[in-house]
């Protein structure tokens, strides 16, 4: 019977990781999406790195800067008792810089499309920034909020270089599916690396296609 | 008394013109605006609403100063409240037609009265993408009047309606912006469809001959005004109207 712990482990990653970065992304994409500077330039071009950088390096230096032996590491795990390396809070914070992208991406782009004016008849009714983003901006932008949300999620379900660097290979802790692939493959456990494959597979595949059927309907591209 | 004396630059293809304003327009009145594509009368709509701030001037309503950079002084947009009906309607897509009026009011019988003036009754729950653009722009006009705005601004608010629907809007809404006592400025290239609206005892009509290239200063029930334009302008850029 194969441990099915791995895949419950990524579930609960994605999720999570998911979600904080609607969180945090939601106001970042919307800071992004209004004027242009040579500042806010750089920021986009840290947070749209992941997308090209090796994930082995991204982790090599996850795992540098939180190393409880040295710097904001050792302060952390002093200070807050909080460890980055080798757990799983490790791992939700290597996903939630390597999926920022695919959050803050689309609803950037998505944000920029909508006319300016949509936001300035808000205003003009009186209403502030905050009441016109939640009732005009933000409702106005859902089948990219759905596109950036899913693409998210199936992006943490297949992260293997950043997690395996910072994280590890611990049972119930670190092991997420994609490393008990590997780890099943080089143990010649054939039987449950396929298991784990399919599993994954299926899951990014219905979530993949529910997008592209949604926006099919909102006609847009799935990929906006 | 509202008393606008602004400058603000305007971006074009053939390098930067500048709008130049400076006019009083008694508070009630009625007010036309045309020029030329590009000229910047959407701009200059929206440097009284606070969306669009001018490099130098100062705008009162009143005695109070909606604009004084001297003083640091540039109301927000939420606090000048004015009314403005879009060129591009600026509907919300998410939204209803009854629910563009519960956002702006919580005056359900103001909503109703609203409906009735702009014939929507039936249409409450239908979304912009299922209206006409003649029930698009009514609507976008009931919504700027929902706030029932001292100063209402009307970008091209009638290009989309049929004639007999611009003459029955219009009649209704000269009572209405004689009952709420509000200054309203048209932005309009057709002086013909209103007629009826910018009336000789309350309108100001002085745009026409300010924009013309013999531009000169006319006296009008006391007050003075004029529009300058760049020397260079000419003919109009259809795609300046882009950056309006």
């Given at each position: 019977?194969?441990?099915?712990?791995?895949i419950?482990?990524t579930?609960?990653?994605?999720?999570?990781?998911?979600?904080?970065?609607?969180?945090?992304?939601?106001?970042?994409?919307?800071?992004?999406?209004?004027?242009?500077?040579?500042?806010?330039?750089?920021?986009?071009?840290?947070?749209?790195?992941?997308?090209?950088?090796?994930?082995?390096?991204?982790?090599?230096?996850?795992?540098?800067?939180?190393?409880?032996?040295?710097?904001?590491?050792?302060?952390?795990?002093?200070?807050?008792?909080?460890?980055?390396?080798?757990?799983?809070?490790?791992?939700?914070?290597?996903?939630?810089?390597?999926?920022?992208?695919?959050?803050?991406?689309?609803?950037?782009?998505?944000?920029?499309?909508?006319?300016?004016?949509?936001?300035?008849?808000?205003?003009?009714?009186?209403?502030?920034?905050?009441?016109?983003?939640?009732?005009?901006?933000?409702?106005?932008?859902?089948?990219?909020?759905?596109?950036?949300?899913?693409?998210?999620?199936a992006?943490?379900l297949g992260?293997?270089?950043?997690?395996?660097?910072?994280?590890?290979?611990?049972?119930?802790?670190?092991?997420?599916a994609s490393?008990a692939v590997?780890?099943?493959?080089?143990?010649?456990?054939?039987?449950?690396?396929?298991t784990y494959s399919l599993i994954l597979f299926s899951i990014t595949f219905?979530?993949?296609?529910?997008?592209?059927?949604?926006?099919?309907?909102?006609?847009?591209?799935?990929?906006? | 008394?509202?008393?606008?004396?602004?400058?603000?630059?305007?971006?074009?293809?053939?390098?930067?013109?500048?709008?130049?304003?400076?006019?009083?327009?008694?508070?009630?009145?009625?007010?036309?605006?045309?020029?030329?594509?590009?000229?910047?009368?959407?701009?200059?709509?929206?440097?009284?609403?606070?969306?669009?701030?001018?490099?130098?001037?100062?705008?009162?309503?009143?005695?109070?100063?909606?604009?004084?950079?001297?003083?640091?002084?540039?109301?927000?947009?939420?606090?000048?409240?004015?009314?403005?009906?879009?060129?591009?309607?600026?509907?919300?897509?998410?939204?209803?037609?009854?629910?563009?009026?519960?956002?702006?009011?919580?005056?359900?019988?103001?909503?109703?009265?609203?409906?009735?003036?702009?014939?929507?009754?039936?249409?409450?729950?239908?979304?912009?993408?299922?209206?006409?653009?003649?029930?698009?722009?009514?609507?976008?006009?009931?919504?700027?009047?929902?706030?029932?705005?001292?100063?209402?601004?009307?970008?091209?608010?009638?290009?989309?309606?049929?004639?007999?629907?611009?003459?029955?809007?219009?009649?209704?809404?000269?009572?209405?912006?004689?009952?709420?006592?509000?200054?309203?400025?048209?932005?309009?290239?057709?002086?013909?469809?209103?007629?009826?609206?910018?009336?000789?005892?309350?309108?100001?009509?002085?745009?026409?001959?300010?924009?013309?290239?013999?531009?000169?200063?006319?006296?009008?029930?006391?007050?003075?005004?004029?529009?300058?334009?760049?020397?260079?302008?000419?003919?109009?850029?259809?795609?300046?109207?882009?950056?309006?």
């Amino acid at each position: 019977m194969t441990d099915l712990s791995p895949i419950w482990l990524t579930l609960k990653l994605a999720g999570i990781t998911t979600l904080l970065l609607l969180i945090a992304g939601l106001p970042v994409a919307w800071w992004l999406s209004k004027g242009r500077s040579v500042f806010k330039t750089i920021i986009e071009a840290v947070i749209t790195m992941p997308l090209v950088l090796p994930p082995s390096v991204l982790g090599f230096y996850l795992l540098l800067a939180f190393s409880p032996q040295r710097g904001v590491g050792k302060w952390l795990n002093d200070v807050f008792g909080l460890r980055f390396v080798f757990s799983f809070q490790g791992l939700v914070l290597a996903s939630f810089i390597y999926s920022m992208p695919f959050m803050i991406g689309p609803i950037k782009s998505a944000l920029q499309q909508l006319p300016a004016s949509l936001a300035q008849a808000s205003y003009t009714l009186g209403k502030g920034k905050r009441e016109t983003f939640l009732k005009v901006l933000l409702p106005n932008i859902k089948p990219s909020l759905l596109t950036a949300m899913v693409l998210t999620f199936a992006h943490t379900l297949g992260e293997f270089g950043v997690v395996l660097m910072i994280g590890g290979n611990i049972p119930n802790v670190t092991r997420v599916a994609s490393i008990a692939v590997y780890d099943s493959v080089e143990r010649m456990d054939y039987a449950s690396a396929n298991t784990y494959s399919l599993i994954l597979f299926s899951i990014t595949f219905v979530m993949v296609i529910t997008v592209f059927l949604y926006n099919k309907y909102q006609a847009k591209s799935p990929l906006e | 008394m509202i008393s606008i004396a602004i400058e603000k630059s305007l971006k074009a293809y053939a390098g930067q013109r500048t709008l130049k304003v400076d006019r009083h327009f008694p508070m009630g009145s009625i007010t036309q605006i045309y020029g030329p594509s590009g000229c910047g009368k959407t701009t200059f709509l929206k440097c009284i609403a606070g969306l669009v701030t001018p490099e130098r001037g100062s705008i009162r309503v009143n005695e109070e100063h909606w604009f004084e950079p001297l003083s640091g002084i540039n109301l927000s947009p939420q606090k000048r409240k004015v009314g403005f009906v879009f060129q591009d309607y600026a509907l919300f897509p998410n939204m209803t037609v009854l629910q563009h009026l519960e956002y702006a009011t919580n005056d359900r019988e103001w909503i109703n009265q609203l409906l009735h003036i702009g014939k929507l009754e039936t249409l409450t729950t239908h979304k912009p993408e299922y209206l006409s653009g003649g029930q698009q722009q009514r609507l976008a006009i009931l919504r700027a009047l929902a706030i029932k705005p001292k100063l209402l601004l009307m970008d091209e608010p009638f290009s989309a309606l049929d004639p007999e629907m611009k003459t029955a809007l219009i009649g209704e809404l000269k009572l209405l912006f004689e009952e709420l006592g509000m200054t309203v400025l048209i932005v309009s290239h057709n002086g013909e469809e209103l007629v009826g609206l910018v009336d000789g005892e309350m309108g100001i009509d002085v745009l026409s001959e300010e924009y013309s290239e013999t531009a000169s200063k006319r006296k009008l029930g006391g007050l003075e005004g004029k529009v300058n334009l760049p020397d260079d302008f000419n003919e109009p850029l259809e795609d300046m109207k882009d950056y309006m």
